[in-house]
């Protein structure tokens, strides 16, 4: 016996269905806007960092 | 209407077996917790350290949380697609070979053997036991859904068919080897590419075991348990896709500071931070979902587990991708730190989601009421206080090390040997451990509220005859 066959209506609240909330595109954008920028500035074949570099550069402090 | 009894009867013998093997994995975690600061509590060679923790990793994800998910997963399908599963006596040939795994990737973990790769350390023969299972649960999983009776497929699905597509990649690639007997292999990979491989598996089983069914069952039973519907229907389709997509490149970030290319590491931290928005989208969905009417906190016992679940699944999804950070790795890694993160996401948000399913599940397929909502209520803020208590020593305890072990003399010679800052840490461990016995006994509370329910409900089917 199946006592609690879903009613598909119930699961999904109705006015706000097609929502984003504004803060959370905020954050999704923001976040791959962020990714580029660090992507461009730690790959040694674009900004020319490298984690061999930046030791070097530490251990000379 | 048998056919749906038939199904329930597979569905309460996932959950049954998976609380076994819960127990099993529970048990060993405390015990290895004790052996770290008290070393007599290895006994050679089956229960020292080495052994037990395998068994106490696998018996949990594997035991407790594959096992679960399997039952769960038949359960949810069954009803967002309005039918019996499409191959019934199949589904229970899976749970009867599940457990018969299970038993043999204990036993052998217990004697030593281990392919040595985190995660996935069952020897050759137990991979294609665990690759027929998961075929099993793909076949009846996708031919239920394709059959189905109701177009519209909810939220829910979709994440149990991502789990079952990516597990299936995962778990086939990273066990590439080539036997060199019945109880030993040499994996295809090796040296940095090895270690590349079985970091992508390794925390993409986290995201597909961990994360995506557990959302499955997040998105299903909160609205079932309390009535409210989902706050918003595209944002967890946006924030389903958003998920599955960046998950996959996230792996790297596990090797930072290490002979891994720079650029891929790069690459796997710029995700990994990505991944904040779409984990965010569940957590802002859920708290909305539950903001049109914040009673049910304090009403529905139910609601409690599903939200606090979905608060330590946030806390997890901020924590994890600043870990992963090149300045926050290089302080963090290889400390205590880490298994205070894994434990906040597997105690706090897994288990607690889980267990919540199930006080759903049992009662439903009894046709009765859970036996004592105060015993659930117990069981509720034991868990909490038990896995606070295990995350916040080993976030004192791992920043302690790793200051300890990067402190250096102005020559540059290391300030600490390796044992200060070893003793340092026995306080914070036996905290844990207490901690740790917090959370068994909350556990035991769920346990013996599930026997009850399941005698109440077999009294009553008795009777109704």
Not at chain 1, 31 to 43: K, M, Q
Request: glycine share 8%; aromatic share 18%; charged share 10%.
């Amino acid at each position: 016996m199946i006592n609690d066959t879903d009613n598909l209506e119930a699961f999904e609240a109705k006015e706000t269905v097609n929502k984003l909330p504004v803060s959370w595109l905020i954050l999704f954008w923001g976040l791959i806007l962020w990714g580029i920028y660090y992507f461009v500035s730690y790959t040694p074949s674009i900004s020319g960092w490298s984690q061999e570099k930046a030791y070097e550069e530490s251990i000379r402090k | 209407m048998n056919d749906y009894q038939y199904d329930n009867g597979t569905v309460k013998g996932f959950i049954v077996s998976s609380i076994f093997w819960g127990v099993v994995g529970i048990i060993v975690g405390l015990w290895i917790s004790i052996q770290m600061w008290s070393p007599a509590w290895n006994i050679p060679p089956y229960f020292t350290f080495g052994r037990l923790r395998v068994v106490h990793t696998n018996g949990l994800a594997l035991g407790l949380g594959v096992g679960a998910i399997f039952g769960i997963c038949y359960y949810i399908t069954m009803r967002l697609t309005k039918r019996p599963l499409l191959f019934p006596r199949l589904a229970r040939f899976h749970l009867y070979l599940f457990n018969a795994a299970i038993t043999l990737a204990a036993l052998s973990l217990f004697a030593g053997m281990n392919q040595s790769l985190e995660y996935a350390e069952l020897e050759w023969p137990l991979d294609i036991g665990v690759v027929v299972l998961w075929v099993i649960f793909a076949v009846n999983i996708f031919g239920t859904i394709i059959k189905r009776k109701e177009e519209q497929m909810y939220i829910s699905l979709w994440f149990i068919l991502a789990t079952v597509v990516t597990v299936a990649v995962l778990y086939i690639v990273n066990n590439l080897a080539v036997p060199a007997s019945l109880f030993k292999s040499y994996s295809i990979f090796a040296g940095v590419n090895s270690a590349n491989v079985q970091w992508w598996y390794g925390h993409n089983a986290v995201g597909f075991i961990f994360t995506t069914p557990i959302l499955a069952m997040f998105y299903y039973f909160l609205p079932k348990s309390t009535g409210l519907p989902i706050y918003s229907h595209r944002l967890s389709i946006v924030a389903f896709w958003s998920l599955v997509f960046a998950y996959l490149w996230t792996g790297a970030h596990h090797l930072v500071y290490t002979p891994l290319p720079d650029w891929i590491q790069t690459l796997g931290i710029a995700f990994t931070i990505f991944l904040i928005a779409p984990s965010w989208g569940s957590v802002v969905n859920g708290f909305y979902t539950v903001g049109a009417d914040w009673s049910q906190m304090r009403n529905n016992y139910l609601t409690k587990f599903f939200i606090l679940g979905i608060t330590f699944y946030g806390l997890q999804t901020i924590q994890g991708p600043t870990q992963g950070l090149r300045i926050v790795s290089q302080l963090i890694h290889y400390t205590d730190w880490v298994p205070g993160h894994v434990h906040m996401g597997t105690m706090g948000w897994v288990t607690m989601t889980v267990a919540a399913s199930i006080y759903y599940i049992i009662p439903k397929i009894y046709n009765t009421e859970i036996h004592s909502v105060k015993v659930a209520n117990a069981h509720f803020y034991l868990v909490l206080t038990g896995q606070l208590i295990f995350s916040i020593t080993m976030w004192f305890t791992g920043i302690q090390q790793g200051a300890l072990w990067k402190a250096t003399n102005p020559d540059g010679t290391l300030k600490y040997t390796f044992m200060e800052g070893l003793i340092k840490n026995y306080p914070f461990w036996q905290m844990r451990t207490v901690g740790g016995l917090i959370f068994t006994v909350g556990m035991l509370f769920f346990i013996y509220n599930i026997y009850m329910t399941v005698r109440k409900g077999k009294a009553l089917a008795a009777s109704s005859i």
